[in-house]
């Protein structure tokens, strides 16, 4: 099960919104071995668009190495989708990479930049298994 806050979970979603039409994308860190998503980090999206969503690279090695200089890991891997349903594709599928990390997926197909209702599931995706988990909103930790 994914828990999240629910200043998190709005952050997400916010970035989903707001870079739609195009996928959204980011990271939430936490604390090494703790399974606690704690600090925010949207990601710009290089490949700018609707349907596919790819880390820049200098981006991605800055921030592995800032995490590792906190002794903190992925916690979550985000992006959005714009116009199907919160579900991994064969390309998520593809590039993930993070065993430990959970695979949170926001869906704006409904509301696009509009206020109005989201899809937001989680996933673990391991040696190319999707397994759908819980996601428990807390108020913090």
């Known amino acids: 099960m994914l828990t999240i806050t629910q200043a998190l979970h709005d952050r997400i979603v916010a970035h989903a919104r707001a ?5 959204a994308c980011g990271v939430v860190a936490g604390p090494a071995g703790a399974d606690r998503p704690e600090r925010f980090i ?3 999206n290089a490949a700018r668009s609707p349907t ?3 880390f820049d690279s200098t981006d991605l090695l800055k921030l592995y190495r800032d995490m590792d200089d906190r002794d903190e890991e992925p916690v979550i891997v985000y992006h ?8 991994p594709s064969r390309t998520d599928v593809s ?3 993070e065993p430990g990390a959970h695979y949170v997926l926001v869906s ?3 509301c696009g930049n509009d206020e109005g209702p989201v899809s937001f599931r989680s996933y673990r995706i391991v040696d190319g298994v999707i397994t759908e988990e819980d996601v428990k909103v807390v108020e913090e930790y």
């Open 19 to 23: 870079d739609h039409p195009d996928e």
């Open 52 to 54: 596919f969503y790819e």
């Open 95 to 97: 590039y993930a990479n």
């Open 42 to 44: 949207p990601m710009l």
């Open 80 to 87: 959005s989708h714009t116009a199907t349903e919160a579900y």
């Open 108 to 110: 704006t197909a409904e």
